[in-house]
Each structure stands twice: as structure tokens, then as C-alpha cells.
């Protein structure tokens, strides 16, 4: 199969970027974290880059009543949408179902990836985007390279725990020399995410960031990083359990053996770091 370039999208071309937001409880944090999107999409706007913002929020049925501040605050503001799950399936299974949404009912050129509970900075999107402009499909904000950082807070323990699995992930799933494979603030192109079965990765927890970067590689995509500014949740808790790294570990090897005994995609990209990122 022929390799085919990927677009440059021209300057003056709007691009249509679909956000994708899972929730769940995130009732203290997801009007405030809307309201960031839109400020920074407001302070960049200019007519060199113009881009047509919309927010997906997918709920997995919030008893806290997140999804009725997100059902109203769509009311002040149509650029909102809501997609609502019966039940707490995972943040893989959340996104999943958010990209098919995007993909079939938004048309969107990129969608990105964020969370809700405010680690992600909304003014790093336009540095994702800029790179997406010059050609990538699949830009990764990056804790781990130069420029980038780990929220304070995180104690030695974690930081040991984050490094072990980050090591782990990228051998069993052939990443090469990505830095940040479990990162979950990212630009990805849709066209490429077209190209994957997302039903197909079956994962349902926080191993989705990592699987579903191995689909993009092995599928020929042009993977990039920038560096971000990973902050401290604003509200609440964070949600992943043992049960998670569990499922991790066994997702990564079923991945990895049916690897093996698949035929060859499109050639692999590899990932390049943002030009403007040194090692």
C-alpha cells in the first residue's frame, strides 16, 4: 500500500477541532474548565489561524449532576454538546464512544483530547494544533521532554511508579523513542482516526492513551511531541485504581502478541519531537 502525504492544512483554512472531554463527578471543576477553553480560544483568535471550536463532553451518568452544568451551560453556549452514557465503563470506553460520536455527527478535522479536571492548561492547545498545521497526525502533549513538567505534589513514589510503566509500556508495545505514551492531552488528526477500529482496541481504563498510540503508529501516522504544563487537579480526586495498572499490563501483552502474528501496515513513522524541542 502506497504511503499517502498527509495534508498541510493552509493558513487560512479554518480547521474544525472537536475537543472530547470525559466525566465523571467532575461537577466542582467542569464550568470553570469550559470557560478556560473558551477564554484562551478567544485571546488566540486571530486571521492567521482560524479555528472552529467545539467541546464534547461525555458523561458516564454523573450522580453529582455534572451532565446537567454541562446540558446548560450548551443552553448559553452551542459550541457544548453532551453525550451521555448509561454507566461507568472506563476512560477508554468513554473516549471511544466520544470519538465515534465526533467522528460521525461533528465532522471535525482534529479531535483532541482533555481532561476535566483542570491538569490540563487550555493554553497548550495551540502549541498541539500549530504542530497538527505542519503536518502531524498524532501530537502528544508531553510531560517528559524539555519544557515540560509533572505537577507538584507527586510524591517519590509515584514519580517511581509513573517511570517503571511508562519503561514497561513502550517494550511490550514497540514505541520507540516516544516519550510520553500514557499522556491523555492530545491532538490527533481524524483522519487517522478513521483509519483504526476503535471498537477494535477493547480497552476500557487508562490504557486506552497507550493502545490507542500503538494503533496510530502501526497504522503510519506521524506522531509528534510538545511540551505541557501538567497541572494540579482542581477539584476532587484522581479516579485510577489498581485495577487499572492490572488491566494495563494485560492489555499491553494481548497487544503486543497479536502484533506478532499480524501483517505488516504502513510503514512506521516513528515519533520526532516538535522542531522546536530539544532532547
Known amino acids: 500500500?502506497?504511503?499517502?502525504?498527509?495534508?498541510?492544512?493552509?493558513?487560512?483554512?479554518?480547521?474544525?477541532?472537536?475537543?472530547?472531554?470525559?466525566?465523571?463527578?467532575?461537577?466542582?471543576?467542569?464550568?470553570a474548565h469550559l470557560d478556560r477553553i473558551?477564554?484562551?480560544a478567544r485571546a488566540e483568535d486571530d486571521f492567521s489561524k482560524p479555528r472552529e471550536l467545539q467541546v464534547l463532553v461525555v458523561d458516564d451518568s454523573s450522580p453529582d449532576g455534572t451532565g446537567k452544568i454541562v446540558t446548560d451551560y450548551a443552553k448559553e453556549d452551542p459550541r457544548v454538546?453532551?453525550?451521555?452514557?448509561?454507566?461507568?465503563?472506563?476512560?477508554?470506553?468513554a473516549y471511544i464512544a466520544g470519538f465515534m460520536h465526533a467522528l460521525e455527527h461533528l465532522n471535525p478535522d482534529v479531535i483532541v483530547e482533555m481532561d476535566a479536571d483542570g491538569q490540563h492548561d487550555p493554553k497548550d492547545l495551540d502549541a498541539l494544533l500549530?504542530?497538527?498545521?505542519?503536518?502531524a497526525d498524532f501530537v502528544i502533549g508531553s510531560r517528559y521532554v524539555n519544557g515540560g513538567n509533572i505537577a507538584e505534589g507527586w510524591s517519590v513514589h509515584r514519580k517511581v511508579t509513573s517511570m517503571c510503566a511508562r519503561t514497561l509500556t513502550k517494550a511490550l508495545l514497540n514505541l520507540g523513542n516516544v516519550h510520553d505514551c500514557s499522556g491523555g492531552y492530545r491532538a490527533i488528526r481524524a483522519e487517522l482516526l478513521r483509519r483504526i477500529d476503535l471498537p477494535a482496541l477493547k480497552v476500557r481504563g487508562y490504557a486506552?492513551?497507550?493502545?490507542?498510540?500503538?494503533?496510530?503508529?502501526?497504522?503510519?501516522?506521524?506522531?509528534?511531541e510538545v511540551p505541557i504544563r501538567f497541572g494540579v487537579r482542581s477539584e476532587g480526586k484522581s479516579k485510577m485504581q489498581i485495577s487499572d495498572m492490572m488491566e494495563g499490563g494485560f492489555v499491553c501483552l494481548r497487544v503486543r502478541t497479536k502484533r506478532l502474528f499480524s501483517p505488516a501496515k504502513r510503514k512506521r513513522q516513528g515519533v520526532r519531537l516538535s522542531p522546536s524541542v530539544k532532547r
Open 1 to 31: 500500500m502506497k504511503s499517502v502525504k498527509t495534508p498541510v492544512l493552509g493558513p487560512r483554512q479554518p480547521m474544525r477541532v472537536c475537543i472530547v472531554v470525559p466525566t465523571y463527578n467532575e461537577a466542582g471543576n467542569i464550568r
Open 38 to 40: 473558551f477564554a484562551v
Open 81 to 93: 454538546s453532551l453525550l451521555t452514557r448509561t454507566e461507568k465503563e472506563g476512560l477508554g470506553a
Open 130 to 135: 500549530d504542530e497538527v498545521e505542519k503536518g
Open 208 to 224: 486506552f492513551q497507550a493502545v490507542l498510540l500503538e494503533a496510530a503508529i502501526y497504522h503510519g501516522g506521524v506522531v509528534r
